[in-house]
């Protein structure tokens, strides 16, 4: 037995379409009736079912028994569905179609169907749903005791001419179209780029079940009204899921269809925004920053400068030399808020150049800046880490690091805890007034700890915060420096104290914090970090 030309091919196809699907029917005609698993198992596809896979990728044939198990599939059936030949056979086909389009498919398949070509959807193996045309041959196939069914993929041909599915394929906004419930019916081929979803896994679905939380109930409230309203066009913004689990910026537009339009009742034209959201959050933190910077020049600058003022005057009248010199601490003093408030400004551009570098070269290089003229600090550097990030910024917080402590410590109070027994952390030694800054690799990052009085515990909670300061004459930016350039990294600096426990050192060693400030700084390692972003390992 073998299929009439009309049950295979599609006008304007071509006669390679009919003898593509001869070759199926042959196939499934020749097939020894052994058994259905032999017959579907399948071998080594032939050149002319190469070739027919090639030009026959959107149809397949199957022998189906009246009841609906699967007896043969066609070597095209993977292309369609995306499920092995071997898969499919001795299944329900039944099970494999929606379940609003199971009927007809049931009445074709009978023995005394009045229609034997049926259009509706079939499950792939993304869990979509593909649009197809089946047409089911009259007579049973008496080599599978079942029917012959022709499957062709519509779901393109369904939605759009075939002179508009170029733009669809080609075009990088993706195209949506859902039916009167806000069901997709369709999506073009761009929601692979774009989403990272195979095209047709989402047909079936509501779009609303991938938007983000935050942003379902206001998308919600404009899809549905999009639909009752044929006048609305509606354009939003919100984030949406994609197919490797991240979030997405998405602008779309929806637009009506035609009452008596075939395709669906809304088309949705959407566009990645992703990038333009964050430059937007750039500007809108750097413009905060600017305001944070307005504020601090307004008052903390024009103290100082009236103290230069005043004092120059005062020096005028009087001949005294004195006033003189408090203008020039008061000039030193608005050159460190200029220097700082840049450093804080520099932070909002992002990284520059990220390299790897090590932590102790590093260490060495920013404690030579930030304690020059300091006699009687040491610097020990006990673990040493390699870095991936910007080496300069981190630079600049070891040395706003090694300046607090310098500047904070007590000398006439130094007195470093020992670590736990066992360990071989350095200890500071030598005479009262000695100061000790430690740097050493953790199981999570690094460590700056010094033996100096320590920080108060009413100012722990405010040592972050920017203009916060317990010097009379401190700026208060040392340590949000520190902060901004650990977060401009993806990192956590957190300020550790005894009642916090050991901290893990990276050879498995634990170290009590001192007495004194210990900042710690918390990174992914490189296996944790995401392609490209910093980290730090011990």
């Known amino acids: 037995m073998t299929l009439r030309p009309s049950d295979t091919s599609t006008p304007g196809r071509g006669a390679d379409e009919g003898d593509a699907s001869n070759t199926d029917t042959a196939s499934a005609v020749d097939a020894p009736r052994t058994d259905t698993a032999s017959a579907s198992a399948g071998t080594d596809a032939t050149p002319a079912e190469s070739r027919s896979r090639v030009t026959e990728a959107d149809r397949f044939l199957l022998a189906v028994a009246v009841g609906g198990e699967v007896l043969f599939a066609g070597p095209s059936a993977p292309d369609v569905v995306g499920v092995d030949r071997g898969e499919l056979v001795g ?13 007809p498919v049931a009445d074709a398949l009978s023995a005394v169907a ?29 080599q599978f005791a079942g029917r012959i069914v022709t499957v062709r993929r519509v779901d393109v041909d369904r939605t759009f001419p075939e002179r508009y599915r170029a733009f669809l394929e080609y075009g990088s906004d993706l195209v949506t179209v859902v039916d009167g419930d806000g069901v997709v019916v369709y999506e073009s081929p761009s929601v692979a780029e774009v989403l990272g979803y195979e095209q047709g896994s989402t047909v079936g679905r509501s779009p609303l079940g991938y938007v983000h939380p935050d942003d379902r109930e206001r998308v919600t409230e404009r899809f549905y009204r999009a639909l009752d309203e044929p006048d609305a066009s509606p354009t939003l913004e919100y984030r949406y899921r994609t197919a490797d689990g991240d979030w997405v910026w998405l602008e779309s ?7 008596d339009s075939p395709v669906g009742e809304l088309l949705i034209n959407s566009r990645d925004v992703s990038a333009r959201k ?5 500007l809108t933190d750097r413009n905060e920053r600017l305001d944070r910077f307005a504020s601090i020049v307004s008052h ?8 230069i003022r005043g004092s120059i005057e005062m020096a005028r009248l009087r001949g005294e030399t004195e006033p003189l010199e408090r203008g020039e601490r008061a000039v030193d003093r608005i050159d460190q808020l200029v220097s700082e408030l840049l450093t804080l400004a520099r932070q909002g551009t992002g990284m520059d150049q990220p390299t790897e570098f090590a932590l102790a070269s590093v260490a060495r290089d920013a404690w030579e800046t930030a304690t020059e003229g300091e006699e009687n600090a040491e610097l ?18 070891l040395e706003n690091l090694f300046r607090n402590a310098t500047e904070h410590a007590n000398p006439d109070a130094n007195e470093s805890e020992a670590p736990e027994s066992g360990e071989d952390v350095p200890e500071s030694g030598g005479d009262a007034d000695d100061l000790t800054v430690l740097v050493t690799a953790t199981d999570e990052g690094f460590l700056v700890a010094d033996d ?10 405010s040592v972050f915060d920017s203009g916060y300061t317990t010097r009379a004459d401190g700026t208060g930016y040392g340590l949000d420096i520190v902060r901004e350039v650990v977060e401009s990294h993806g990192w956590r600096v957190d300020l550790r104290t005894t009642a ?9 060693r634990r170290l009590r914090p001192p007495d004194g400030a210990c900042f710690e700084v918390c990174a992914p390692d490189p296996a944790d970090a995401d392609p490209g972003e910093p980290w730090i390992e011990a």
Not at 91 to 103: A, I, K, T
Not at 452 to 461: A, W
Not at 500 to 508: E, H, R, W
């Open 91 to 103: 299944s329900d086909l039944l099970d494999r179609v929606h379940p609003s389009d199971r009927e």
């Open 114 to 142: 009045t229609s034997r070509t049926v259009t509706h959807r079939i499950r792939r193996a993304s869990g979509g749903y593909a649009w197809v045309e089946s047409v089911v041959d009259e007579e049973l196939a008496p």
């Open 253 to 259: 537009r929806t637009r009506s269809l035609p009452a």
């Open 278 to 282: 964050a430059r937007e959050r750039r």
């Open 300 to 307: 903390d600058l024009r103290n100082p400068l009236s103290v």
């Open 380 to 397: 020990v550097v006990a673990r040493d880490a390699r870095v991936y990030g910007d080496r300069g910024r981190v630079r600049q917080a």
């Open 452 to 461: 100096g009085t320590g920080i108060d515990p009413d100012d722990r909670e």
């Open 500 to 508: 916090d426990g050991p901290v893990g050192l990276a050879d498995g």
